[in-house]
RNA sequence: GGUCCUGUGGCCGAGUGGCUAGGCAGAGCUCUGCAAAAGCUUCUACAGCGGUUCGAAUCCGCUCGGGACCUCCA
């Protein structure tokens, strides 16, 4: 069985088939650097780190290129707009390249915390304004944009009706309808400089007061909202590539404008699949900025947040958008990530307790249990095929969690499975959460807190032995209050985890 | 208003025309010096009303509810 995946352009899942065999062209729209990512920012960057692992686990060479939008209206809380056109010194005034390092350090520093493998390259619009300038100055020189006022705007209307016949309207991939969106659009500054209400800027010239600004055939200005996509998936990625992904709320107009713009310049659809991950909501309504409603990652990992109650691990998180559709809506409560990170805890002491258990039987005296698990195990790679199915992967991970703490803690015989499936179920649980879930967790410590803890454990035998229960019980308890669980296990050793 | 998605048990969530999803929480039991953990067992479902079908939570229609996009947005 091969990869299937759901193409939002053709709105059915296909079979996955790359360009260039053995290769995989991966765009994501990256992060908005102009302040801090919040949960619903974690879904996307979670959804195709998972992808980008799956298809190297396939044996694809993969080249995932995720941009930072660096470029843009950018201002920074707090800091008054007068800022940027004030005759304050340099460094009193908001220095935008500043304010976007800042908030590139902290989105890097998130995705780290998340296991998030890096992408290939990670360009920044800034870094390509020439590639932009061309692209526009190509776009131009084919007629399908027109400078007002040192502003280049797209004719949608032009490219509407010319590509249309060629199978490709404007509205392709968002099923939209250029005709009715005609009237529907609201009315925004500028506006009057377009020839159309649906034509969409690709370079804008800059009033004094904008802060980012480059010089350009047209005056002084800045790109476009959809441009720099296009110019950058086209430069790493070539005229056409496999797979772009990104939210579903991206899907109109950004990925639509995307695909005009591309389309006229490289005369071609950018993108053979078209992937969107859907939200995540609070009480039901996503989760935006406009929505006053979100939770910024921040403030997940230290539960400094009026609807949280405790701090959350970013494992925790990962898990939580793991156990979704990633086209699935995905509703926040601290009731549901209280609920995944206890499941996550479950699942990962179960994986723990592996090595400790040594199978060798040949056969298995119960050859249904045993036919179940290897069943269990191996249907594992066909979810993923089926659309990136984790949350069905994760749910046999949990059927298989009994038997693991069944064997180990003698529950079940050792010879109830044979070593073959053994191995098997131990390998896909291992490839899987590792290697394609990309789920970890690193007990803090180290070194000399083991040590410590071990004596402790031993001084406490000892007390037990005596039936010196008084003493046990005080090591167990003082160290519970630090957060650390003692557990006397089946076969008399003590063992201890962290929260 | 237009386009589209969705409504699953206390909560979160898979899912397929016929077979227990899974997790968290709850209940009982086993093990245990106690505890924790673990194991076993167990309770709450498919918004409503029609229709198609031998059979539908799963397909169709209607009603009601929720949401997304149409504007920056992951």
């Known amino acids: 069985m091969s990869l299937k995946v759901y193409n939002s352009l053709t709105r059915q899942k296909e079979v996955f088939q790359s360009i260039t065999p053995g290769h995989v062209g991966l765009y994501v729209c990256g992060p908005t650097v102009s302040g801090e990512s919040h949960l619903g920012h974690a879904r996307p960057y979670i959804t195709f780190d998972v992808l980008y692992r799956y298809l190297n686990y396939l044996g694809y060479?993969?080249?995932?290129?995720?941009?930072?939008?660096?470029?843009?209206?950018?201002?920074?809380?707090?800091?008054?707009?007068?800022?940027?056109?004030?005759?304050?010194?340099?460094?009193?005034?908001?220095?935008?390249?500043?304010?976007?390092?800042?908030?590139?350090?902290r989105f890097h520093w998130a995705m780290l915390q998340f296991?998030?493998?890096?992408?290939?390259?990670?360009?920044?619009?800034?870094?390509?304004?020439?590639?932009?300038?061309?692209?526009?100055?190509?776009i131009i020189a084919d007629g399908y944009a027109y400078v007002v006022n040192g502003s280049v705007y797209f004719d949608v209307n032009k490219y509407?009706?010319?590509?249309?016949?060629?199978?490709?309207?404007?509205?392709?991939?968002?099923?939209?309808?250029?005709?009715?969106?005609?009237?529907?659009?609201?009315?925004?500054?500028?506006?009057?400089?377009?020839?159309?209400?649906?034509?969409?800027?690709l370079w804008k010239q800059a009033p004094p007061q904008h802060i980012m600004r480059w010089k350009s055939p047209w005056g002084e200005g800045f790109p476009g909202w959809h441009i720099e996509c296009s110019a950058m998936a086209t430069k790493y990625l070539g005229k056409q590539f496999d797979i772009h992904g990104g939210g579903m709320d991206l899907q109109f107009p950004h990925?639509?404008?995307?695909?005009?713009?591309?389309?006229?310049?490289?005369?071609?659809?950018?993108?053979?699949?078209?992937?969107?991950?859907?939200?995540?909501t609070i009480n039901g309504k996503k989760m935006?900025?406009?929505?006053?409603?979100?939770?910024?990652?921040?403030?997940?990992?230290?539960?400094?947040?009026?609807?949280?109650?405790?701090?959350?691990?970013?494992?925790?998180?990962?898990?939580?958008?793991?156990?979704?559709?990633?086209?699935?809506?995905?509703?926040?409560?601290?009731?549901?990530?209280?609920?995944?990170?206890?499941?996550?805890?479950?699942?990962?002491?179960?994986?723990?307790?592996?090595?400790?258990?040594?199978?060798?039987?040949?056969?298995?005296?119960?050859?249904?249990?045993?036919?179940?698990?290897?069943?269990?195990?191996?249907?594992?790679?066909?979810?993923?095929?089926?659309?990136?199915?984790?949350?069905?992967?994760?749910?046999n991970m949990f059927e298989l969690v009994p038997v693991i703490n069944g064997l180990r803690n003698k529950q079940l015989p050792l010879d109830a499975i044979s070593a073959q499936t053994w191995s098997i179920v131990t390998s896909q649980i291992k490839k899987f959460i590792e290697d394609i879930l990309g789920l970890k967790w690193e007990q803090e410590g180290g070194d000399k807190i083991e040590?410590?803890?071990?004596?402790?454990?031993?001084?406490?035998?000892?007390?037990?032995?005596?039936?010196?229960?008084?003493?046990?019980?005080?090591?167990?308890?003082?160290?519970?209050?630090?957060?650390?669980?003692?557990?006397?296990?089946?076969?008399g050793t003590t063992s201890w985890s962290m929260d």
């Open 61 to 105: 060479q993969v080249r995932y290129v995720r941009n930072i939008t660096d470029a843009g209206h950018f201002e920074e809380e707090g800091r008054a707009a007068e800022d940027k056109v004030s005759s304050k010194a340099i460094l009193e005034k908001l220095e935008p390249m500043e304010l976007v390092q800042k908030y590139t350090n």
């Open 160 to 201: 509407h009706k010319d590509f249309s016949a060629k199978g490709q309207p404007y509205g392709i991939l968002s099923g939209r309808n250029l005709e009715e969106q005609l009237d529907t659009t609201r009315d925004l500054e500028g506006q009057d400089e377009k020839r159309n209400k649906a034509d969409f800027a």
């Open 288 to 395: 935006g900025k406009s929505y006053n409603n979100v939770i910024k990652l921040s403030e997940l990992f230290s539960g400094n947040h009026p609807l949280l109650t405790q701090p959350f691990h970013p494992m925790t998180i990962r898990f939580f958008i793991l156990q979704s559709h990633y086209r699935s809506t995905l509703d926040f409560s601290n009731e549901a990530l209280q609920g995944s990170e206890r499941a996550f805890k479950r699942l990962w002491e179960a994986y723990q307790q592996i090595p400790q258990i040594q199978i060798v039987a040949e056969t298995a005296t119960q050859p249904e249990l045993d036919v179940q698990c290897r069943q269990l195990a191996e249907v594992m790679d066909e979810y993923m095929n089926d659309d990136l199915n984790t949350a069905k992967v994760l749910a």
């Open 115 to 138: 296991n998030n493998i890096e992408p290939s390259i990670e360009p920044t619009a800034t870094g390509h304004i020439v590639e932009q300038i061309n692209m526009i100055e190509q």
């Open 255 to 280: 990925h639509e404008c995307e695909i005009a713009q591309s389309t006229v310049c490289n005369h071609a659809m950018p993108a053979r699949y078209w992937m969107h991950n859907n939200m995540i």
């Open 451 to 491: 040590g410590v803890l071990q004596l402790l454990v031993q001084i406490r035998q000892s007390a037990k032995q005596k039936k010196d229960f008084q003493t046990s019980d005080t090591i167990r308890k003082e160290l519970a209050a630090l957060g650390i669980l003692l557990k006397d296990e089946k076969d």
